[in-house]
Every structure is written in C-alpha cells, then in structure tokens.
Nanobody, 124 residues
Framework: QVQLVESGGGLVQDGGSLRLSCAAS????????MAWFRQPPGKEREFVAV????????FHSDSVKGRFTISRDNAKNTVYLQMNSLRPEDTAVYHC?????????????????WGQGTQVTVSS
C-alpha cells in the first residue's frame, strides 16, 4: 500500500530553519505531483507548496514565498521542504500529499495520498 512518512519537524526559535522530508513508498513516485500542506492549531489545512513530477516547476503560497523551498529527489522517492526564517505563525502540523500528475491544484481534497504529519513549533 502507499505510504508517505514525514520527518524533520521539531521546536525551533523565531528566525530558525528546519528541513522536512517525506519518504514515499508503494507508488511510482515520479508519476505524482507532491505537495506540502499545514494545519495550524484550531485552523483548517492550508496549502504550502507543490512540485511537478520532475521538479522543474513549483508553486509556493504567498505566506511562505521567499522563505520556504520545495524540492524532490525521484531516485530516493523523497520530497523536501526547506524552511528558513521561520516565524511563530508557521507553527503547525505539516503534511505531505501526492496526486497523480494532471493539473496543478492547491486544494487538499484533490490529493489522493497523505502522510500522518510532523509537528513544527516556532517559539518567539
């Protein structure tokens, strides 16, 4: 079965950095757009970033643009999220998600596979 397993979350101070990883198995990774979403405490899940199958196209939400970068390594079946200049408002559970490559979408409901998430906490 398909599994997406996130890692790399933790507690970091305002202005710090973290790198999240999401290892995929049970699917042909290179056929899937991969994305990161996050769910802050008490709020709905929101789009963070998405990357194309070969990694040559990516979109980031306005709230993270210039601070976060999504990337992927198809040889390792892994997608990454490099997070720099973290702020307290970035505190959330971060989930990776995958959808078969067709059209880019920023809606959670359009993604087929999800990881359990990793907690990121940014202290002020």
């Amino acid at each position: 079965q398909v599994q997406l397993v996130e890692s790399g979350g933790g507690l970091v101070q305002d202005g710090g950095s973290l790198r999240l990883s999401c290892a995929a198995s049970g699917l042909t990774f290179s056929d899937y757009y991969m994305a990161w979403f996050r769910q802050p405490p008490g709020k709905e899940r929101e789009f963070v970033a998405v990357i194309s199958t070969r990694g040559n196209t990516a979109f980031h939400s306005d709230s993270v643009k210039g601070r976060f970068t999504i990337s992927r390594d198809n040889a390792k079946n892994t997608v990454y999220l490099q997070m720099n200049s973290l702020r307290p408002e970035d505190t959330a559970v971060y989930h990776c998600a995958g959808k078969f490559a067709s059209a880019f979408t920023f809606k959670p409901n359009d993604y087929t596979y999800w990881g359990q998430g990793t907690q990121v906490t940014v202290s002020s």
